[in-house]
């Protein structure tokens, strides 16, 4: 009764489209309701989105998932949520201030500005040329700063002046001795956290993976000088396993290590997690050494001794850090963009998201095979009885193969039909969005089958 044409061998065996640029997943993303073009109906802004439905639950889990992975299941990691507005010379003893910049060069005709090291690597034509189709003619680069400056208070005012963070690990510094005076961490420990920053982007590009308005989650694990390599490597190879745990295809991931000249000036080493997105590779993530330069700096521009003591050899030093920093915005276009496939079922196309589990924005869709016999009554109890545990929907708009077709596109993994059958032994039909496979579920059993399945 709720079964729909299926060919386990031919779903298994056929090949899917590789996506060739990001147009599919920003109008997939529109149109199931993940992610919107921002203040759309006044024509929206460059670089700025809004999430939605969908999208905010995906975000939401993807967070989750993280703070599960980074604090909850560890001994060694605390939590914080630092404030947005920091004071001023926050951000002066850190050298964004002087030194937070991009090589910015404008064009002497139409005024278009570009990142200088991007205008040999990209054809820049001029809509005020002289001539149609002119390249435009940029000329010398100068810097400009990237932080986004506000007034606090109601004065405009230079003494006034702060700035909406360009990351979220400068809070954490800041908070160090605080959270060492408070809590009963021991080294070596990290600290995380998870928040929104700004950056004032010459160039915004690829949807969401660069954008102005951006969220982080970001640890600074602290740990004694001489094993901060150690522990490099251990983070370097915990976060890329993440990725993989959570569902993303190992052959579109890689670590790749800085080289020298690409080092921060307080870096000794750096490695970024790579995605292979249909743009190529790019970084999601990046595992850096910051040494001991951030608490140094705080601590000469604050007169505050930020140190740790050893309670057995009473051996004071300032710790070394070691900083996984990931884009939420950037985990959860890759996470889009690899659980996208389109695959052909006995000649049908059919779009899914095979998000795992853990991060599926929905875990179960709730249906009535037909609006009437009582069903509707009985899938909506147990749609009540569900949502109480899982994040899931009730769906009786359409024939059944169209409604499953929706939740494919939507990333759900489970779709629980109440049918004829139902009705009478009180069984459902629960089907598989991977692989289509449909099971006969007792009501008694259902529970258990549904934590075997989603883990949790």
């Known amino acids: 009764m709720t079964s729909e044409t299926t060919n386990t061998t031919a779903l298994n065996t ?15 993303a529109k149109r199931r309701g993940f992610i919107f073009p921002s203040s759309e109906i006044y024509g929206g802004l460059s670089s700025c989105y809004d999430y939605g439905p969908l999208g905010a639950e995906l975000k939401r889990n993807i967070k989750a998932a993280w703070w599960r992975s980074m604090v909850q299941l560890r001994d060694d990691v605390v939590g914080l949520d630092a404030s947005i507005i920091m004071h001023p010379k926050v951000w002066e003893a850190s050298g964004h201030v002087a030194g937070f910049t991009d090589p910015l060069s404008e064009c002497s005709k139409c005024g278009t500005r570009a990142r200088t090291d991007h205008i040999s690597s990209k054809k820049y034509i001029c809509p005020k040329g002289t001539k149609k189709g002119e390249e435009c003619s940029f000329g010398e680069a100068r810097a400009f700063n990237l932080m986004f400056k506000t007034n606090l208070g109601p004065i405009e005012d230079p003494s006034n002046t702060v700035y909406l963070r360009p990351e979220t690990a ?12 408070s809590t009963r961490v021991s080294l070596p420990f990290g600290i995380a956290q998870q928040g929104k920053s700004f950056r004032n982007e010459i160039t915004t590009r690829h949807f969401t993976f660069r954008t102005c308005e951006f969220e982080q989650m970001e640890m600074e694990f602290f740990c004694r000088p001489e094993s901060m390599l150690e522990w490099y490597e251990y983070w370097r190879g915990t976060r890329l396993q993440w990725f993989k745990d959570l569902g993303v295809n190992p052959e579109k991931l890689k670590l790749r290590e800085h080289d020298s000249d ?11 997690v790579e995605y292979r ?3 190529g590779w790019s970084e999601i993530e990046g595992i850096a050494c910051r040494g001991d330069f951030d608490l140094t700096a705080h601590s000469t521009a604050s007169g505050k001794k930020l140190l740790w003591r050893d309670q057995v050899s009473n051996e004071t030093f300032i710790p070394y850090v070691v900083e996984p920093a990931l884009g939420t915005d950037r985990a959860l276009l890759t996470f889009l963009t690899d659980a996208y496939k389109v695959e052909d079922i006995d000649g049908n196309p059919r779009t899914v998201l095979s998000f795992h589990p853990r991060i599926a924005p929905n875990k179960l869709a709730v249906f009535p095979l037909l609006k009437k016999d009582g069903q509707p009554e009985k899938a909506s109890e ?11 929907i009730y769906d009786d708009s359409g024939n059944i193969g169209k409604r499953y077709r929706r939740q494919d596109e939507a990333g759900t993994p489970l779709c629980i039909t109440i049918d004829h059958q139902s009705m009478e032994d009180s069984t459902y039909t629960v089907r598989d969005r991977d692989t289509l496979k449909q099971d006969r579920i007792a009501h008694a059993d259902l529970r258990q089958f549904l934590f075997n399945y989603l883990g949790f």
């Not at 908070?175 to 060492?180: A, D, L, R, S, T």
């Not at 690409?262 to 970024?272: I, N, V």
């Open 170 to 181: 400068q809070g954490i510094f800041v908070n160090y001795q605080n959270v060492v005076d």
């Open 262 to 272: 690409e080092l921060a000036h307080y870096s000794s080493a750096c490695s970024d």
């Open 277 to 279: 997105f249909p743009f």
């Open 14 to 28: 056929n090949e899917t489209k590789e996506l060739e640029s990001l147009d599919e997943i920003v109008a997939l």
């Open 382 to 392: 147990l749609y009540k009885s569900l949502k109480e545990h899982y994040q899931c």
